[in-house]
């Protein structure tokens, strides 16, 4: 059996596995706590309130900080790695309902996500274990050693267009409701099936427009060489609420924000898994 086929055989098992299934599942509701933070802190931001980092990470550290907040973080943790298994899976053997460049682009879509899920899992563990590091600080200090060596302005420019695009395709994902095929939306009532819509439609977008400015502003830290504005979502929050109206539109944020929380909440049951 060549290399390649046993790794088709070992997604198959995981893909199949009810365990897996049950564990992705609780997942999807961690994912949801954490950006129900998330936009908690997107909402002190806005009102010019002291808050953590603003991003998943400082999400995860926020919640550490509560009662039984350690094992919510470390239950987080193995949901998501459990979500990244699967979707490794998925990139390997999945989405056999699709065709052609259909499947390829949804199989680069499945690699990314565990590529995001294994990221957030491992930060949810350095949480949990008391080390954790700042995200945005990382993210400047690794700008600035790039700005400072050879080539590395145009590695910076290109991470931000990366970035922006990727916040671009989120808005495009969710406006035109293309997450829409991966739920099950036969067993949904109808009023279900709307609020589903509803809430991915506005969650994707939000995430899109937060994505869509750290990746410009990372464009500008090279242009500029300030590693200061590439400190990633966070700096793309702070960013949008000192512009005019700002408080208004990272207060829409968050609210789009909260509402993906919500929607992987409806995910952790009707996601097809």
Known sequence: MSAVSRAESTATRAANSSGLEALTRAGFIGYGIVHLLFAWLALQIAFGKPAAEGDQSGALMTLAEQPLGTFLVIAIAVGL??????????AIIGHRDERGKHRVFERIASAFRTIVYAYFAWTAWKVFKGSPSSTADTQQQKTQDLLASGGGRAVVIIAGLALAGLGIGLV????????????????????TRKTALRLGAAGYSAKGVAYGIAGVLFVVAAATYDPAKARGLDAALETLRDQAYGAILLTLIAVGIAAFALFCFLQSKYRKV
Do not use: D, R
Request: aromatic content about 10%; cysteine-free; glycine content about 6%.
């Open 172 to 191: 495009v994902y969710g406006v035109k409701k293309k997450f829409a095929k991966h739920l099950k939306t036969g067993e949904m009532s109808p009023q």
């Open 81 to 90: 790695l459990a979500m990244s298994i699967w979707q490794l899976s998925e």
